[in-house]
């Protein structure tokens, strides 16, 4: 048994575009008591294109994971075929729309035996943090990320690269199948906490802001927090969508109990 609460949020803001083409969702299994997921999804492809990709992607998560069984499913397999399926309807609704939807994703799951597995594609971001402190993040799908892995790029020059929005994978492609990062970690503990968001929101915040924004505000707080200096950093700069989904686990609570001994009457 999990020896921790979850306290999860979502939040969006429209930022300085005409649509919001950003989704994000929490979802439990019917299936697999105790088991919760996130999922994040950043469309893109035109008007109403992008919102019509992002949507596809927590379509075929909320499925996938209504399906779920952890009797007979594992979940990395799952979360495998989360991007491979949404990318292959993408694909195909791109045919009947007459549109060109493309979405990034990235899927997080916890399971009550103290593990969280993830998927990610794009450039949406999955950070786990230790307290404040950044254990780790995922590592985008783009050609800056591509620069910096082969030293012709340095990391503090990454973020403001003109190129950094281009993507090297992404859901609905015609011209090649997406890249799908995986990863896991075991032992969860409470002061635990994971951050999964779009690119319109990490481009404001390094790690250490954000890892102390999340360890000393609930996660409603934290999620009003980050919109609000995302956009207060944006200003003039015709900022994208802005998405994000927190999952914060903290200690369970210690039910009252008292043991006061009440007056006996003997039964005649």
């Not at 075929?60 to 779920?68: G, I, M, N, P, V």
């Not at 620069?147 to 015609?174: C, E, F, I």
């Not at 779009?198 to 409603?220: C, K, Q, V």
């Amino acid at each position: 048994m999990s020896h921790y609460k979850i306290e999860a949020g979502t939040a969006q803001h429209i930022g300085d575009r005409s649509e919001q083409q950003d989704r994000v969702a929490l979802y439990t299994a019917p299936k697999a008591p105790g088991y919760m997921m996130a999922v994040l999804a950043d469309g893109m492809g035109g008007l109403s294109g992008g919102a019509m990709a992002a949507e596809q992607v927590l379509r075929t998560a909320r499925q996938a994971f209504d399906l779920f069984s952890p009797l007979t499913d594992a979940v990395p397999p799952m979360l495998e075929a989360i991007a491979r399926d949404a990318h292959t309807l993408i694909k195909l609704s791109a045919y009947s729309s007459e549109k060109n939807p493309h979405s990034t994703m990235v899927v997080l799951v916890l399971t009550p035996e103290g593990e969280a597995c993830w998927a990610h594609v794009g450039d949406s971001r999955l950070y786990r943090f230790a307290g404040p402190n950044c254990a780790e993040r995922t590592v985008d799908h783009s050609y800056v990320e591509l620069l910096v892995a082969q030293a012709k790029l340095d990391r503090k020059d990454a973020a403001n690269h003109p190129m950094s929005n281009v993507l090297t994978s992404a859901l609905g492609s015609h011209d090649n199948e997406p890249t799908v990062g995986m990863g896991r970690h075991a032992g969860l503990k409470p002061g635990d906490a994971f951050l999964l968001c779009s690119d319109g929101l990490w481009h404001y915040f390094n790690d250490t802001e954000m890892g102390a924004i999340l360890a000393m505000n609930t996660p409603r707080q934290a999620s009003e927090m980050l919109i609000a200096k995302a956009r207060e950093r944006a200003v003039g700069a015709n900022a994208d969508n802005c998405s994000l989904a927190i999952v914060k686990l903290s200690p369970p609570e210690n039910p009252n109990k008292s043991y006061t001994v009440g007056k006996m009457r003997r039964a005649v």
